[in-house]
């Protein structure tokens, strides 16, 4: 059975707005978030720009750090308490972020409302509802996150990579120069890294620049040539055009939208 401590629903914080906590939420919690506006947080050493509608739950004593994008941030969380397994059969990961999409946003927002109002109601039953909702809500943003698999011994090493990729958006990624590096012919090295992640090597290299890209729009007034090149493109060209497939819209028109100094 789950145990919430405190929670809030659509908590607003201003730009200014950041969290920094080394060992985590207090001794014994966990922290469930539901972020409702863009944010930087940091996911396995690297910092990136993640998206409305996402959601993550912090492991006891794992690293926080996360904060406003360039405006207003709006959250929903939970410090919450619960079986020492009971992230067993879930597909979702301790600190590991997880965008809702699909319409599925409104869903999980529902469900945090109304966990917040069978805890805060304090009812007789409260907190046996509240217990259940929670584990709707794991099932739920269970079902819309691939199963990861380890895949033999390759596992530890696709993990590596895969930071690797994050931490060096620059670099002249090739997936046959990586299969190499693992001494597998490319086929099946992106069937494992595939199954491994849920998704393909070559999709992990875009999202890494384009994450790469949205830190320089926000926190720099480099030119667009310049964050192509830091971001591992070759012009500013190809670089406008994968970042508006990927972010869907430009890089100009995401740096107004979210910037507030300009």
Known sequence: MFEIFCMGCDDVEDAGFEVDRPDGWGAGCYLMLFIKTPAYMTVGGVERVLPPNTFIVYNKRSYHKYRACGGVYINDWMEFDGPNNFMDDLSVRFDTP?????????????????????????????????SLLIQA?????????????????????????????????????????IADRFHLNRSYFQEIYKKTFGTPCGADIINSRVECAKGALLNTDKSMSEIAEISGYGSAVHFSRQFARAAGCSPTAFRKKYRTDI
């Open 98 to 130: 997880v965008t809702i999409t699909g319409g599925r946003e409104r869903e999980i927002s529902s469900l945090f409302r109304s966990v917040s109002d069978a805890f805060y109601s304090r009812g007789r039953m409260g907190a046996e509802t509240c």
């Open 137 to 177: 809500m794991l099932n739920t943003v269970s079902d819309l996150c691939p199963a990861e698999k380890k895949y033999g011994r390759y596992h530890d090493e696709l993990l590596g990579l895969r930071r690797e990729i994050y931490g060096s958006p620059g670099k002249e990624w090739r997936i046959s120069d």
